[in-house]
C-alpha cells in the first residue's frame, strides 16, 4: 500500500490495548476504538480499519470471544469479551513491556538510572 | 487436522466480519451526521478515518487462512539454499535414499506383480481354482473333472486345462512349442473376446479328438506368423496331425497360469491324440488345473462345501477309483499354494528386510540430520533471538527433510524402473516360455511416494527435540561445541539400531549363500557330472505302439557305440524334472484297494536296463534291469530305501512284493540308495522305478556317461540321433543344466539377500563414519590438548573412536541375535539354510569388525594427525 499508516508503535500493542479496553467492559468495535481513542487523549491517531485485523488474530488465539447482540442504544452490535486466557496473556504482556518500557528509559534518560 | 468443517466455519467467520465493518461504518455515519455533517460528507469522512476497507478485509481474513503459497515457496527456497551450502551432505542423503526408496520399489513391485495383481480376465477377483485340501496340487482325472463341472451349483463354468508340449509344422518347419490343452468351454467361461477370428466352444466337442482346432496367443500368433490376418482357418499339423487356426486370443491373456507363456490352446479332447493320456480312466490324474468363476452372491466357503459333496459322493460310487477327494479353492495365479505359499513367504520375508533397509538409512539420515542441527545450533538460536518461532524452524528442517527424501524416492524409482524392465525381459529358463513383464504401476508409485514422505518425516523428526530444548541465550553466550555433553544421546541409539539391522542383512545374506553352497553339494541321488541328457518326445515325430521301444532301443545302441561313453540309459521322466509321476501303492497284504487304504504314495520312474549306471545312482542291493524285463515277463521293480522302509516288510527287501493300484503284484529286485526326486527340501520319499518296456512311454530322457568334454559330446550325440531319424526333435545338454532350473529359488534368493546385505553393509559404512567423524570433528580440541600433553596414538584412538567401536559391538551383536531369529524364514525357500554354522557366525562378527574398520579408517587418521599447536593457536 502507497499509505504507510502509522497504526501499530510496535507488534502486538494494539492487541495489548483492545484486551486492556476489554477487561474493563466488553465492547463492539466502535466503542473499542472511541474507548482507545479517548484513553489516549488522541494521541495515538489509529485507523479505524486497522482494529479489525487485531481482532481477528485475537479471536484464533482464543483470547476473546465475540458474539452477536444488541447495544444499549438498541443497535445491532458484535460484542467482544476477554476469556480467561486472554487475562493471563494481557498480565504476562503488560509487566514484559513494563520492563521494557523501563529499559528504554532507561536508556533514553541515563542520569535517571538509580544504579549509576 | 479438520479440513471440511474449517472452510465451512472459514465463509462464516468473514461474512461475521463483513457484516460487522459495516455496521462500525453505519455508526461513524450517524455519529458524523449528528455532529452536523451532511449525508455525503459524513460518509466520506468515515470512510477516512476507517481506512483502506479492502486492505482491512484482507488483512483481516489472512488471519484465518493457511500460510499462503508464498510462504511455503519462500520455506523451499530457504531449504533448497541450506542444502546447496553443503552439497556432500545432501548427496550421502539422496543416494543412500535413493538406495533404500530403489529396493523397496523393486520388491514391491515384483510383489505387486506376483501376489497381489488378479489374473489379467475380466472378473478376475471371483475366479478361484480348485486345490486338494490335503496337498498343494489341483490335478484332477478328467472324468472327476466332468462330475464336478456339470454337479456343482456354484461356479459360471468350470473349465479345466492341461500343460503340455507339442510339435507345430506350418509345412516343413517342425518347432517344439508349448501348450495350453483347455475345455471347451475355458474362453467362454473366462470371459474373453478373441483378438481375430474366433474361439474354440464346448459345442465342438464331441468325444475324444473331435475338436482338431488351436487358438495362437496373441505373442506367439506376432512371433511365429508376424501379424498375419490370414491365418485364420489354416490348416497346420500339430504332432504331425492337422489342426485347423481357428482364431488368436487378446493381446493381455496369456494362460490362466501367471509367468507361464504357451504358444497356442487346444482342446482338451485333443489330448488322447497328443499325448495318449487315458481320459476314460478316473483314477489317471491328467488334468492339471480346473478353476471357475463363483456366482455372484456364492462365498468361496459356500463353493468349498458344495464341491465337496460332490467330492464325497463320487468317493461313495466309486471307491476303487477316488480316494479322499476334499476341496479348498483359491487363486489360481500361482497355482495355489503349490508356488503361491512359498512365493508369498519369500516376498513378505524381502519386504521386510527392504523395509529394514528404509529404516536403517532413515535412522542413519536422522543422525546426519541431528548432528547438522546440533551444528547449527548457533544459527538457530540467532533466529529465534530475532523473533522467528520455533514452528518456523522446524518448518524449515522438515521442508529440508521432505525435500532430500523426494528426490531420494525419485531417483530410486528411476532407477527401479531401469531395473524391472531388464527383469521383465529376463527369460531365466531356456526352453521354458516362462517370464513375466513386471511393469510398476500406479500403486507403486503411489507406494514409493508414501515411502519418501513418510521417511522424510521420520528423519527429519529427529532433530525436533533439540531444536525445542535450545535455548538462545545460552546457546550465543557460550558458543557452540558445550552441547555434545550428554552420555547417551538419541544418535548413539540410532546408529545401534543401524548397525543392528545391517547385521541382521549381513547374517541373512551369509546364511542363504552358506544354504546355497550346501545344497550344490548335496546328495541327489544321482551324479551330476559327466553327464549329457538328451531329451525328446518320440510322439512329436509321430511314434506310437511298438515302434517307441524299438526306435529307443535304437538310439541306445547308437550311443553306446561312440568313443568314450561309459554308459547309456533313459527314463521317461528325470528326478528334479519336471512332469515326474507319482502313484499310490499297496503292501502286498492289502487286499481292500481303494486309495484310503494306500500304503504309500511313491515317485514312479519307467528306466531302462543301464539307467542308473548312466544316472550315476548306487544300486545297494538285487540286480538291475534288463532287456528281457517286457511285457511277457514277470512284474518287477527297483525301490529305494525310504520306500522300502515303508511298504515292504522287515527282513531282505529284494524278492518281496508290493501292489499297484490296479492290484497288480510287482516283485522288488533291487535296492537303490535314496535320492531327491520332487524338490531338493523334500524329506526322504518312496521311489520306485518300472522297467520301460513294462511301461512304455514316447518321453525319453536319455543319460549319456561320459568323461569326454560336452563341447565334443554334444555334437556327436546329436549327429548319431539325427542319423536314425531326423524328424525327432531334440535338446541335448549337460545334465546340470535343468538343475539350474531347480537351484532357480533358491539362487534368486541368495542373488536377492547378498544385495540387500551389501546395501546394509554400505549403510553400516556411512552411519559409523558419519559418528566417527563427527565426533573426532568435535572433539578436535580436546584430542589436541591430550596430545600436547603427551597422550600416545592408542590413548588417542580410543578417546576418539571408542564410542563408536563400543556402539558397533552393541550393534552387532544385537544384530546377529535377530538375523539368527530371522534365518528360521529363510529355511522356507534356501535348502539347508540354518544359522547355527560357526562359518556363518565367525563370518558375520569378521564382516561387521571389518566395516567398522574401514568406516572408521579415515576419521581415525584425522585424529591422530591432530595438530595441537595449529589448534591451540586457532583460538
Known sequence: MTNPSPRDLFPGALEMMILESLRRQPAHGYALVLHIQQRSNNLLQVEEGSLYPALQRLLKAKLVKAEWGVSATNRRVRTYQITASGLRHLEQQISSFERMFQGIALVLNPSDSPAS | ?875
Not at chain 2, 466480519?17 to 461504518?25: A, G, T, V, Y
Not at chain 2, 532430500?404 to 525381459?425: F, P, T
Not at chain 2, 545302441?557 to 501303492?585: C, K, R, S, W
Not at chain 2, 499297484?660 to 537303490?672: C, E, H, L, P, S
Request: contains cysteine.
Open chain 2, 1 to 875: 487436522m479438520n479440513w471440511m468443517p474449517a472452510i465451512f466455519r472459514r465463509r462464516k467467520l468473514y461474512d461475521d466480519l463483513s457484516e460487522e465493518m459495516r455496521l462500525h461504518m453505519e455508526e461513524r455515519i450517524e455519529q458524523f451526521e449528528r455532529e452536523g455533517l451532511s449525508p455525503i460528507e459524513a460518509r466520506r469522512q468515515a470512510r477516512i478515518a476507517f481506512g483502506n476497507l479492502a486492505l482491512v478485509q484482507q488483512r483481516s481474513r489472512e488471519v484465518w487462512q493457511w500460510p499462503t503459497l508464498e510462504s511455503v515457496l519462500a520455506d523451499l527456497r530457504l531449504a533448497l539454499r541450506q542444502l546447496r551450502r553443503s552439497p556432500g551432505f545432501t548427496l550421502a542423503a539422496v543416494l543412500t535414499l535413493a538406495l533404500a526408496i530403489g529396493a523397496n520399489a523393486v520388491v514391491f513391485s515384483v510383489m505387486n506383480t506376483f501376489v497381489l495383481r488378479l489374473l489379467n480376465v475380466p472378473r478376475a477377483d471371483s475366479l478361484y481354482a480348485l486345490q486338494h485340501a490335503n496337498k498343494a496340487s489341483g490335478h484332477q482325472s478328467y472324468l472327476n473333472y466332468i462330475d464336478l463341472r456339470d454337479r456343482n451349483r456354484s461356479f459360471d463354468g468350470l473349465i479345466a486345462y492341461n500343460v503340455s508340449g507339442a510339435g507345430l509344422d506350418t509345412g516343413g518347419n517342425p518347432t517344439s512349442s508349448w501348450i495350453e490343452e483347455a475345455s471347451g468351454n475355458y474362453f467362454d467361461a473366462l470371459g474373453l473376446h478373441p483378438y481375430l477370428g474366433q474361439f474354440f466352444h464346448a459345442a465342438d466337442e464331441h468325444g475324444p479328438n473331435s475338436a482338431p482346432y488351436i487358438v495362437l496367443t496373441y505373442s506367439y500368433w506376432h512371433t511365429r506368423f508376424q501379424d498375419d490376418r490370414s491365418v485364420v482357418n489354416r490348416v497346420v499339423r500339430v504332432d504331425g496331425h492337422p489342426f485347423t487356426i481357428l482364431g488368436v486370443a487378446p493381446p493381455e491373456f496369456h494362460g490362466t497360469l501367471m509367468f507361464f507363456n504357451p504358444d497356442f490352446f487346444v482342446p482338451l479332447v485333443e489330448d488322447n491324440l497328443l499325448n495318449g493320456d487315458d481320459m476314460s480312466a478316473r483314477g489317471s490324474l491328467a488334468l492339471f488345473e480346473t478353476m471357475g468363476h463363483l456366482k455372484p452372491g456364492v462365498t468361496p466357503a459356500q463353493a468349498e462345501a458344495d464341491l465337496n459333496s460332490i467330492g464325497a459322493y463320487l468317493q461313495k460310487t466309486y471307491p476303487k477309483e477316488v480316494g479322499k477327494m476334499a476341496f479348498v479353492l483359491r487363486r489360481p495365479n500361482l497355482y495355489g499354494d503349490f508356488l503361491g505359499r512359498p512365493v508369498k513367504a519369500f516376498m513378505a520375508g524381502l519386504m521386510l528386510l527392504t523395509t529394514l533397509i528404509l529404516l536403517a538409512a532413515c535412522a542413519n539420515l536422522g543422525s546426519l540430520f541431528a548432528a547438522r542441527a546440533a551444528d547449527r545450533s548457533r544459527e538457530v538460536a540467532l533466529r529465534l533471538a530475532l523473533g522467528s518461532s520455533r514452528s518456523r524452524i522446524l518448518r524449515g528442517l522438515f521442508t529440508e527433510a521432505i525435500m532430500i527424501s523426494l528426490a531420494g524416492g525419485a531417483l530410486g524409482l528411476l532407477g527401479s524402473v531401469v531395473l524391472l524392465r531388464a527383469l521383465g525381459a529376463w527369460q531365466p529358463f531356456p526352453g521354458y516360455p516362462i517370464h513375466q513383464a513386471v511393469d510398476p504401476d500406479a500403486m507403486v508409485y503411489i507406494v514409493a511416494v508414501l515411502l519418501a514422505l513418510v521417511s522424510g518425516l521420520l528423519f527429519g523428526a529427529v532433530p525436533v527435540r533439540q531444536v525445542m530444548r535450545v535455548n538462545p541465550y545460552e546457546v550465543v553466550k557460550a558458543g557452540t561445541g558445550r552441547i555434545a555433553g550428554q552420555r547417551t544421546s538419541a544418535r548413539d541409539v540410532l546408529l545401534v539400531v543401524q548397525i543392528a539391522i545391517c547385521a541382521v542383512l549381513v547374517t541373512s545374506s551369509l546364511v542363504a549363500v552358506r544354504g546355497l553352497a550346501r545344497s550344490l553339494h548335496a546328495n541327489f541321488g544321482f551324479q551330476v557330472q559327466n553327464t549329457m541328457l538328451a531329451s525328446t518326445d518320440l510322439s512329436m515325430a509321430g511314434y506310437s505302439g511298438d515302434r517307441v521301444p524299438a526306435m529307443q532301443k535304437r538310439m541306445i545302441q547308437a550311443l553306446q557305440a561312440l568313443p568314450g561313453v561309459e554308459a547309456v540309459g533313459f527314463a521317461d521322466t528325470l528326478p528334479l524334472g519336471t512332469g515326474l509321476n507319482d502313484t499310490i501303492v499297496f503292501s502286498d497284504k492289502t487286499s481292500d484297494l481303494r486309495p484310503s487304504n494306500a500304503t504309500a504314495d511313491a515317485a514312479l520312474l519307467n528306466v531302462s536296463p543301464d539307467y542308473f549306471r548312466a544316472a550315476g545312482t548306487a544300486l545297494l542291493s538285487g540286480r538291475s534291469f534288463t532287456w528281457t524285463d517286457d511285457k511277457n515277463s514277470p512284474r518287477v521293480a527297483i525301490v529305494n530305501r525310504e520306500f522300502a522302509r515303508k511298504v515292504l516288510a522287515s527282513g531282505a527287501a529284494v524278492g518281496q512284493n508290493f501292489k499297484m493300484k490296479d492290484g497288480t503284484r510287482v516283485q522288488v529286485v533291487g535296492i537303490t540308495e535314496d535320492g531327491k526326486y520332487n524338490s531338493l527340501t523334500e524329506d526322504p520319499v518312496p521311489a520306485m522305478f518300472l522297467p520301460i518296456l513294462q511301461s512304455p512311454s514316447t518321453s525319453t530322457q536319455i543319460l549319456v556317461r561320459s568323461s569326454r568334454d560336452p563341447q565334443i559330446l554334444g555334437p556327436a550325440v546329436r549327429s548319431a540321433l539325427h542319423q536314425l531319424d531326423p524328424a525327432v526333435p531334440l535338446d541335448i545338454e549337460t545334465r546340470d543344466k535343468p538343475m539350474a532350473t531347480l537351484l532357480f529359488g533358491p539362487r534368486m534368493a541368495t542373488v536377492a539377500l547378498g544385495v540387500l546385505g551389501a546395501m546394509g553393509a554400505l549403510l553400516s559404512i556411512t552411519g559409523i563414519f558419519g559418528m566417527a567423524a563427527y565426533s573426532v570433528s568435535k572433539r578436535l580440541r580436546e584430542l589436541g590438548i591430550r596430545i600436547a600433553l603427551g597422550a600416545q596414538r592408542r590413548e588417542v584412538l580410543q578417546t576418539a573412536l571408542g564410542r563408536a567401536f563400543k556402539l558397533l559391538a552393541i550393534g552387532s551383536a544385537a544384530g546377529l541375535l535377530l538375523g539368527i531369529l530371522a534365518s528360521r524364514v529363510l529355511a522356507y525357500i534356501v535348502y539347508q539354510a540354518t544359522p547355527s554354522d560357526p562359518l556363518v557366525l565367525g563370518g558375520v562378527v569378521l564382516a561387521m569388525a571389518l566395516l567398522g574398520l574401514v568406516a572408521a579408517w579415515i576419521p581415525a587418521q584425522q585424529a591422530l594427525s591432530v595438530n595441537p599447536l595449529a589448534l591451540l593457536r586457532e583460538e
